[in-house]
Nanobody
Framework: EVQLVESGGGLVQAGGSLRLSCAAS????????IGWFRQAPGKEREGVSC????????YYADSVKGRFTISSDNAKKTVYLQMNSLKPEDTGVYYC?????????????????????WGQGTQVTVSS
């Protein structure tokens, strides 16, 4: 059974940092792409970043480029999202998602219908 468990969310002031973790189990880590999405109240869920160890691909949404860094620890089967210079507009529930890399690339890394497996989400709140 595929499981994704996010952690690391919280309340932080604007300009601060948080590191989110996504612990994965139940699938061959190297065959999958792991994406981070977020959803703010009243808004659609949007893709934030994605990483695939199989083909060394990394993507970021324009809104987080230069501020967020995605990384992967294969031994721990965990993907991290380091978030620096946080802004109030980064507030939302952050989800990690996973599916086979080839399917994610065909669908588009930032589209949530490219992922069959989702974590429960972790709340990030950035105060101004």
């Amino acid at each position: 059974e595929v499981q994704l468990v996010e952690s690391g969310g919280g309340l932080v002031q604007a300009g601060g940092s948080l590191r989110l973790s996504c612990a994965a189990s139940g699938f061959t880590f190297d065959d999958y792409a792991i994406g981070w999405f977020r959803q703010a109240p009243g808004k659609e869920r949007e893709g934030v970043s994605c990483i695939s160890n199989a083909d060394s691909k990394i993507y970021y949404a324009d809104s987080v480029k230069g501020r967020f860094t995605i990384s992967s620890d294969n031994a721990k089967k965990t993907v991290y999202l380091q978030m620096n210079s946080l802004k109030p507009e980064d507030t939302g529930v952050y989800y990690c998602a996973a599916d086979r890399s080839w399917f994610v690339w065909i669908t588009g890394w930032g589209k949530d219908d490219g992922y069959d497996h989702w974590g429960q989400g972790t709340q990030v709140t950035v105060s101004s």
